[in-house]
Structures are given as structure tokens and as C-alpha cells.
């Protein structure tokens, strides 16, 4: 599978986080999007006329939209993450799956604009992103009242996927995510899962590894 | 802050919200503080500053007893007192190497700080149990003038613990009956974000007129 | 403006890409003040009272001063060595003080915390000795024999190894970093941190690079740059007071934090006080 990718896209990094975090060997082509604007050129427009970022290609199949790559992603390796099978848990899984197409609207445009310096009306998606996040830490309080620690099952699906980017970098768009202890703690629990890779913007927990026991000696040549 | 003010309890977050090893931004009137569980469960408030280069402390991880900056990895214990300098890993910190603490106490599932110690712990909420903290864009004094609220959401008797924590920004805490059910507590953690709605569209208004 | 920053306001700025100049031009601002980057051959900067400013092309930029710049733009001789790559690595915003941005460049100790498996790794957290001066003909703060153990220290590095730096801070919002070119040994590769002050506390981050690598693509090296930058920003975003605290009393160094020092007082010496708190508050 090849994903044109950009590092600092949430995007396309959802896509990468599932593909570690299920197993799944993806070849990268790194797009330069920025500053470059190469996703808009004319080769990358022939795979997807929208010209966005990421795009996954499998033999004859092409995805543009991230929420579709995850549905294949875990179909293909991981079924556990699709969720559950009756009509509940499958439409709160697509319930999220398109919820995160706001994030990407809300917190991405105001990331975009804030960090990137691409036009946007900025207070804007930053009020628009304060009605999501309040959604989301509402969902993840009702779910912790239940016992659970994810959105859509009892364990993490491509829901958690679609939305944890957006969300762990609210604060490149000047978004502050400190109002929203439940969202945190489901955060905290994405990252603690084993594979977990970060993007930038994303620190590593240090706090899973233990502290260096001994000093560490000078490294010399 | 008033010298009476400084002794008083902040309600700043849920127990649950925080546990072992992990460390959170409390907010208060007088700013931000590193609040952190030691990870055998120890509470410690600190000013939210790393004396090395000023970055915020509740960005940091928690290891064992100790809470460490995430950029340059300095660690400080429950006193504030820096206990490790990664990159001299054999220099043992000056004692002037030091964040302020501040006063900590957990009662019913709930985290009250003080900047100065109080005489009283804090308020018993016996026959309580929290449901959540929602912050609401509006002035604690709009709200109430005492720092609580009782009221009933969703047909459940409710009794808000509210504290205000900067212009126009309050936090509260969400509590219930202890014995109420989770789908009663359910039913109180979607109706607040209905009350808050109300809150912020009154005051709004009131800014308008 | 006060008067008190007329010594940075003396100072030149990078202010654009010029391989990326939109026809329209780019409005952005410098200390406060608006300005257009015009589109016109040759390109020009001018103020909105329709003022000229004085305009350099180098290093891929465009660089302008508010003010009467005693001296040229700074020299990197490596940038016309022949056989490197000139990488732009585009703009990146970050509220805080263009001090501050250029101050955590200056720093190797955060590498394993922030830049975790790339640019270092606990337990390999020790910084060792090394040289920090003023140097006084040339007017800049030079630090040397810094060496420091990176898990990734370049796009074309496989596996560990301890690399050498030295930085170099020639201007008050400009700092060039020489590390091991693992392509060429004993050559070295440099990466710039180009700062626009757009206010005291916030700035347009502009790296550049002039690298020695024939094999890797040029997007991987832009996106690896990216990806070390875009780790800084949230550190650079929530450091307490934003601007860049010149009172010895404020914050702590150590011994790792030699350059810094010097940084500082090199700061202090010139008045070059923008993004700077200079009383303790």
C-alpha cells in the first residue's frame, strides 16, 4: 500500500497510526505540501482531484478521504477495530467517522491558519471548535460513567482514530484543550497504546519508560 | 488577591480526573498550576513554571515521586525541590533550584488547593459523588455569589461546587446525590451542558445591554 | 516604535521566500510595523506610507530593515560551496518572543525529551563541556566542540551516532548551526534558523539549510527540518513569561546552558531588547 503522506498533516498521520498500531507496512511518498503546494500539482490532482492530502493507493484502488483508508486499513488487518457489528455500534462508529470531517474543518482550518498562515477566518473556526470539543468531552464523560474508556467500544476503534489528531493538536490552533479532563485521560489512553507512533506536535509520554538508572557515561568518539 | 482569599479553598478538579502519575493544568483566579499524582498516589500543587526556562510544568510527565518538565527533563519532587538535572546526571541540584507548592487536600472526590494553608480543610460534600467539571465562558459572580448552586437537572437534585478562574471563565464541579444511579448521572452530565448553554447566552446578553 | 529598539531596528530580517513570492505580494509585518513584499523585478519592500525599504536577496530570502543597516546581511561563506543542496524549508508561526525561538536553537539538552529518538535519547541526557565565546571582530556568539549522541541526527543517518555542532548567532533573530555531515566527513552541515520579528512576542520561523546529501529527496529533507521545528513550537508556545526574560535572576542556567548565557549577555550588550523582558515582573 502507498500513502502520500506529509508529516505534518493529522490526516495522513491517522492513517500511518493505525497502519503501526495494526501492523501494516505502508511505503510513503512524502508530498512537500508545504511550502511547495505539491499536492495541488498536476500529477498528484491525476490521483485526486481535490487535491488533498493523504491518498492511498492498493493495486486498483485509490482513497482520498482518511476515514475511508481507516475502514480499510482494519478491514484488511484488524477487524477488532471497526467496532461492533449491530446497527448501533456501527452507525456511532460512521457517527464519528464523520464527525472528524469537523474537526478537520474546525480545528485543522484554525491549525492551518494560525501555524501555516493559510487564509481563514480564524475566531471563527476557533468558536466552531469549542462546540466540538464540548461534544466530544460530553460523549467521552457519558462513556466514562459506563465504565469505558473509548468512543464507539469497549476497546479503541478507528472512531478513537479519526478523531485523537485533530483533537492532541488543538493547541497549534490556538485552541487550549485544558477545559476537557475527559478528553485528556482518552488522550492519555490512545497514546498508551502499544505501537502508538507520534507526529510532531505530539510529545512522547516519557512517563511509560522508567527513569535511567544509573548516570549515563559521556559518548565519545 | 485579598489575604483572606489566599487562605480559602480552590475547587480545582475531580479525583478521577487525575490518576497516579499523571499531572494536569489546574486552573485558579490567581493562574495556572501543576496539579500531579505521584504514581503512590501523592497529590502535589506547583507553580506551573519550570525555574529553568519558564516552560509550563503541567506539560510534564510524572515518574515514581516525581514530576519532570517535558523540555529539558528537570524533575521536582513533592516540596518543589528540583531533584534531578538530566543533563548533569551526577550534579546534585542546588536548593535554590526550587517551584513553589501549595496546599493540597482531596475530600469526596474532589481537589482543593489554597496559596496560603487554610485553618479549616475543606468543605465535607458527604453524600455527594461528582459527575464532571465543565468550564462555562461567563463570570462566577453571574453565576452565584456564594460558589455553589443547587439546582435540578434532568429531574435529579444537582449541587454545583463553582469556582471562577479568570475573565469571563468559571469552572464547575458537577455533583449528585451519592446513592443516584449512572443513568441518572448520565442524564445530569447532558443536561449541564444545556444549563451551561443558558449561562453563557445571559451573559451574553448582558454584555450586549 | 520607541526608541529603545532603534539598535534592532537597524538590523536586517528575512520577510519572504522569494522562489515562493505570490504575484500579489506578501503582506506581513516587521517589529509592528506593516510592510509588502512586492512581486516586481527586482523585488522591493515598502511600507504603507509607500516608504522603500532597503532589500537583500540571500540564502533564498528576502531580507529588509526598518531602519539604516550599518552593515551588510551576515556572511555564510558555505552557502557557495559548491556540490550543496539549498534547502527552503518554508514559514512556520509561533507565538512567542523571536528571542526565545532563537535561544531553544541554541539548545542541545531538551534534544532527548522533545526530539525523543531523533535528535536524542535518555539515557544519553549528559551535555559535556564546551566552548562558548563573544567573538569580538566579527561581532558574534560563537559556541564550539559541542557534541551530543542522536539516535537520527540527519534524514540520511541509519542508526546512532555522536555528532559534533557548532552555533553561531550573527544577528539578533539569525543563528547557523554546523553539525557532522554524515555524507561527507569533515565537512559540515549547515542549518539556519532565519527569525522575522512580526511583534514582540510573536514571529515567522523561516529554516534553510545547505546540506551535503546526494541522496536524499529534497521533500524528505524539508519535511525532516519540519518535523524538528514543529516539536519546538508547543515547547516555544508555553514558556512562561513569552517574552525572553534578560534578568539573570529569572531563570536558571546550568552549565549546559553556556550559549544561552552568552546569548544573553550578548543581547543585552547591543540593546537588542525586542522579545526581551528586561525587568523581572
Same mark, same amino acid.
Given at each position: 500500500?502507498?500513502?502520500?503522506?506529509?508529516?505534518?498533516?493529522?490526516?495522513?498521520?491517522?492513517?500511518?497510526?493505525?497502519?503501526?498500531?495494526?501492523?501494516?507496512?505502508?511505503?510513503?511518498?512524502?508530498?512537500?505540501?508545504?511550502?511547495?503546494?505539491?499536492?495541488?500539482?498536476?500529477?498528484?490532482?491525476?490521483?485526486?482531484?481535490?487535491?488533498?492530502?493523504?491518498?492511498?493507493?492498493?493495486?486498483?484502488?485509490?482513497?482520498?478521504?482518511?476515514?475511508?483508508?481507516?475502514? +480499510?486499513?482494519?478491514?484488511?488487518?484488524?477487524?477488532?477495530?471497526?467496532?461492533?457489528?449491530?446497527?448501533?455500534?456501527?452507525?456511532?462508529?460512521?457517527?464519528?467517522?464523520?464527525?472528524?470531517?469537523?474537526?478537520?474543518?474546525?480545528?485543522?482550518?484554525?491549525?492551518?491558519? $494560525?501555524?501555516?498562515? $493559510?487564509?481563514?477566518?480564524?475566531?471563527?473556526?476557533?468558536?466552531?471548535?469549542?462546540?466540538?470539543?464540548?461534544?466530544?468531552?460530553?460523549?467521552?464523560? $457519558?462513556?466514562?460513567?459506563?465504565?469505558?474508556?473509548?468512543?464507539?467500544?469497549?476497546?479503541?476503534?478507528?472512531?478513537?482514530?479519526?478523531?485523537?489528531? +485533530?483533537?492532541?493538536?488543538?493547541?497549534?490552533?490556538?485552541?487550549?484543550?485544558?477545559? +476537557?479532563?475527559?478528553?485528556?485521560?482518552?488522550?492519555?489512553?490512545?497514546?498508551?497504546?502499544?505501537?502508538?507512533?507520534?507526529?510532531?506536535?505530539?510529545?512522547?509520554?516519557?512517563?511509560?519508560?522508567?527513569?535511567?538508572?544509573?548516570?549515563?557515561?559521556? $559518548?565519545?568518539? | 488577591?485579598?489575604?483572606? #482569599?489566599? @487562605?480559602?479553598?480552590?475547587?480545582?478538579?475531580?479525583?478521577?480526573?487525575?490518576?497516579?502519575?499523571?499531572?494536569?493544568?489546574?486552573?485558579?483566579?490567581?493562574?495556572?498550576?501543576?496539579?500531579? @499524582?505521584?504514581?503512590?498516589?501523592?497529590?502535589?500543587?506547583?507553580?506551573?513554571?519550570?525555574?529553568?526556562?519558564?516552560?509550563?510544568?503541567?506539560?510534564?510527565?510524572?515518574?515514581?515521586?516525581?514530576?519532570?518538565?517535558?523540555?529539558?527533563?528537570?524533575?521536582?519532587?513533592?516540596?518543589?525541590?528540583?531533584?534531578?538535572?538530566?543533563?548533569?546526571?551526577?550534579?546534585?541540584?542546588?536548593?535554590?533550584?526550587?517551584?513553589?507548592?501549595?496546599?493540597?487536600?482531596?475530600?469526596?472526590?474532589?481537589?482543593?488547593?489554597?496559596?496560603?494553608?487554610?485553618?479549616?480543610?475543606?468543605?465535607?460534600?458527604?453524600?455527594?459523588?461528582?459527575?464532571?467539571?465543565?468550564?462555562?465562558? #461567563?463570570?462566577?459572580?453571574?453565576?452565584?455569589?456564594?460558589?455553589?448552586?443547587?439546582?435540578?437537572?434532568?429531574?435529579?437534585?444537582?449541587?454545583?461546587?463553582?469556582?471562577?478562574?479568570?475573565?469571563?471563565?468559571?469552572?464547575?464541579?458537577? #455533583?449528585?446525590?451519592?446513592?443516584?444511579?449512572?443513568?441518572?448521572?448520565?442524564?445530569?452530565?447532558?443536561?449541564?451542558?444545556?444549563? @451551561? @448553554?443558558?449561562?453563557?447566552?445571559?451573559?451574553?446578553?448582558?454584555?450586549?445591554? | 516604535?520607541?526608541?529603545?529598539?532603534? %539598535?534592532?531596528?537597524?538590523?536586517?530580517?528575512?520577510?519572504?521566500?522569494?522562489?515562493?513570492? %505570490?504575484? &500579489?505580494?506578501?503582506?506581513?509585518?516587521?517589529?509592528?510595523?506593516?510592510?509588502?513584499?512586492?512581486?516586481?523585478?527586482?523585488?522591493?519592500?515598502?511600507?504603507?506610507?509607500?516608504?522603500?525599504? /532597503?532589500?537583500?536577496?540571500?540564502?533564498?530570502?528576502?531580507?529588509?530593515?526598518?531602519?539604516?543597516?550599518?552593515?551588510?546581511?551576515?556572511?555564510?561563506?558555505?552557502?557557495?560551496?559548491?556540490?550543496?543542496?539549498?534547502?527552503?524549508?518554508?514559514?512556520?508561526?509561533?507565538?512567542?518572543?523571536?528571542?526565545?525561538?532563537?535561544?531553544?536553537?541554541?539548545?542541545? *539538552?531538551?534534544? %532527548?525529551?522533545?526530539?525523543?529518538?531523533?535528535? &536524542?535519547?535518555?539515557?544519553?541526557?549528559?551535555?559535556?563541556? !564546551?566552548?562558548? =565565546?563573544?567573538? =569580538?571582530?566579527?561581532?558574534?556568539?560563537?559556541?564550539?566542540?559541542?557534541?551530543? !549522541?542522536?539516535?537520527?541526527?540527519?534524514?540520511?543517518?541509519?542508526?546512532?551516532?555522536?555528532?559534533?555542532?557548532?552555533?553561531?548567532?550573527?544577528? /539578533?533573530?539569525?543563528?547557523?548551526? !554546523?553539525?557532522?555531515?554524515?555524507?561527507? /566527513?569533515?565537512?559540515?552541515?549547515?542549518?539556519?534558523?532565519?527569525?522575522?520579528?512580526?511583534?514582540?512576542?510573536?514571529?515567522?520561523?523561516?529554516?534553510?539549510?545547505?546540506?551535503?546529501?546526494?541522496?536524499?529527496?529534497?521533500?524528505?529533507?524539508?519535511?525532516?527540518?519540519?518535523?524538528?521545528?514543529?516539536?519546538?513550537?508547543?515547547?516555544?508556545?508555553?514558556?512562561?513569561?513569552?517574552?525572553?526574560?534578560?534578568? /539573570?535572576?529569572?531563570?536558571?542556567?546550568?552549565?549546559?546552558?553556556?550559549?544561552?548565557? *552568552?546569548?544573553?549577555?550578548?543581547?543585552?550588550?547591543?540593546?537588542?531588547?525586542?522579545?526581551?523582558?528586561?525587568?523581572?515582573?
Amino acid at each position: 500500500m502507498i500513502l502520500y503522506d506529509y508529516i505534518l498533516s493529522p490526516d495522513a498521520y491517522k492513517v500511518r497510526l493505525l497502519a503501526a498500531l495494526v501492523g501494516v507496512k505502508l511505503e510513503l511518498r512524502a508530498v512537500d505540501v508545504h511550502p511547495g503546494r505539491e499536492h495541488q500539482s498536476e500529477p498528484l490532482r491525476a490521483l485526486n482531484p481535490a487535491g488533498s492530502i493523504p491518498i492511498l493507493i492498493d493495486g486498483d484502488l485509490i482513497l482520498t478521504e482518511s476515514a475511508a483508508m481507516l475502514v +480499510y486499513l482494519a478491514r484488511r488487518a484488524a477487524a477488532e477495530w471497526l467496532g461492533g457489528d449491530d446497527a448501533v455500534d456501527a452507525a456511532r462508529v460512521q457517527q464519528w467517522l464523520a464527525f472528524s470531517r469537523r474537526l478537520t474543518e474546525h480545528l485543522g482550518g484554525a491549525r492551518a491558519t $494560525e501555524m501555516l498562515l $493559510e487564509p481563514g477566518d480564524l475566531p471563527a473556526m476557533q468558536r466552531a471548535s469549542t462546540i466540538d470539543l464540548r461534544e466530544l468531552e460530553a460523549a467521552l464523560s $457519558e462513556r466514562r460513567i459506563l465504565g469505558q474508556s473509548h468512543l464507539a467500544a469497549d476497546r479503541p476503534t478507528i472512531a478513537d482514530i479519526a478523531c485523537f489528531p +485533530y483533537v492532541a493538536l488543538a493547541p497549534d490552533g490556538g485552541v487550549s484543550l485544558d477545559p +476537557y479532563p475527559s478528553i485528556r485521560l482518552w488522550m492519555r489512553a490512545i497514546r498508551m497504546l502499544p505501537g502508538f507512533i507520534e507526529m510532531p506536535g505530539i510529545h512522547r509520554l516519557h512517563d511509560l519508560k522508567p527513569e535511567p538508572v544509573s548516570p549515563a557515561m559521556p $559518548e565519545t568518539v | 488577591m485579598p489575604v483572606e #482569599m489566599l @487562605r480559602d479553598w480552590i475547587p480545582v478538579a475531580l479525583s478521577a480526573d487525575l490518576p497516579a502519575a499523571t499531572v494536569l493544568p489546574a486552573h485558579t483566579p490567581s493562574g495556572i498550576l501543576a496539579l500531579w @499524582r505521584s504514581a503512590s498516589g501523592k497529590l502535589t500543587a506547583l507553580a506551573d513554571r519550570c525555574p529553568h526556562r519558564g516552560m509550563r510544568l503541567s506539560y510534564g510527565f510524572v515518574r515514581g515521586e516525581a514530576l519532570s518538565c517535558i523540555y529539558h527533563g528537570w524533575s521536582y519532587g513533592q516540596t518543589g525541590q528540583c531533584l534531578r538535572i538530566p543533563a548533569h546526571p551526577e550534579l546534585a541540584p542546588p536548593g535554590a533550584i526550587k517551584a513553589a507548592s501549595y496546599a493540597v487536600e482531596e475530600r469526596n472526590g474532589v481537589i482543593w488547593i489554597a496559596f496560603e494553608p487554610p485553618e479549616a480543610p475543606p468543605p465535607s460534600l458527604e453524600g455527594f459523588q461528582p459527575v464532571r467539571s465543565i468550564t462555562v465562558n #461567563m463570570d462566577a459572580g453571574a453565576i452565584t455569589p456564594n460558589g455553589t448552586v443547587r439546582t435540578q437537572l434532568a429531574g435529579v437534585d444537582v449541587l454545583l461546587i463553582v469556582a471562577g478562574i479568570g475573565d469571563r471563565e468559571t469552572i464547575a464541579h458537577v #455533583m449528585v446525590d451519592a446513592a443516584a444511579s449512572a443513568t441518572d448521572r448520565i442524564a445530569v452530565s447532558n443536561a449541564v451542558e444545556g444549563w @451551561r @448553554r443558558t449561562c453563557e447566552q445571559l451573559g451574553l446578553k448582558e454584555l450586549a445591554s | 516604535m520607541t526608541v529603545r529598539h532603534q %539598535p534592532m531596528i537597524d538590523e536586517w530580517y528575512p520577510v519572504a521566500l522569494a522562489s515562493q513570492l %505570490p504575484p &500579489g505580494g506578501r503582506a506581513t509585518q516587521l517589529m509592528g510595523t506593516p510592510v509588502l513584499v512586492v512581486a516586481d523585478d527586482p523585488i522591493r519592500v515598502v511600507t504603507d506610507d509607500g516608504r522603500d525599504l /532597503p532589500v537583500t536577496l540571500r540564502y533564498g530570502h528576502v531580507w529588509t530593515s526598518l531602519g539604516q543597516p550599518a552593515k551588510q546581511l551576515f556572511d555564510i561563506p558555505e552557502a557557495d560551496q559548491p556540490g550543496r543542496r539549498l534547502i527552503e524549508v518554508g514559514v512556520v508561526r509561533v507565538r512567542c518572543s523571536p528571542l526565545r525561538a532563537v535561544e531553544n536553537f541554541l539548545d542541545i *539538552a531538551h534534544f %532527548p525529551f522533545v526530539h525523543t529518538d531523533i535528535l &536524542g535519547a535518555e539515557p544519553h541526557t549528559e551535555v559535556g563541556k !564546551y566552548d562558548v =565565546e563573544i567573538r =569580538e571582530k566579527e561581532d558574534e556568539v560563537w559556541a564550539t566542540k559541542v557534541q551530543f !549522541y542522536q539516535p537520527q541526527a540527519a534524514k540520511s543517518a541509519t542508526g546512532g551516532i555522536t555528532t559534533d555542532y557548532m552555533y553561531r548567532v550573527p544577528a /539578533p533573530t539569525s543563528s547557523v548551526l !554546523y553539525k557532522t555531515c554524515p555524507a561527507r /566527513p569533515g565537512e559540515w552541515d549547515v542549518i539556519t534558523l532565519f527569525v522575522q520579528p512580526l511583534q514582540e512576542d510573536l514571529c515567522d520561523v523561516w529554516p534553510w539549510m545547505a546540506l551535503f546529501d546526494d541522496e536524499t529527496a529534497t521533500t524528505d529533507l524539508i519535511h525532516f527540518q519540519q518535523m524538528i521545528f514543529l516539536q519546538d513550537r508547543s515547547i516555544l508556545e508555553n514558556q512562561i513569561p513569552r517574552l525572553l526574560p534578560l534578568d /539573570p535572576g529569572r531563570e536558571i542556567p546550568t552549565r549546559a546552558d553556556l550559549t544561552s548565557v *552568552a546569548y544573553r549577555r550578548w543581547l543585552k550588550r547591543h540593546q537588542f531588547t525586542y522579545g526581551a523582558q528586561l525587568v523581572a515582573q
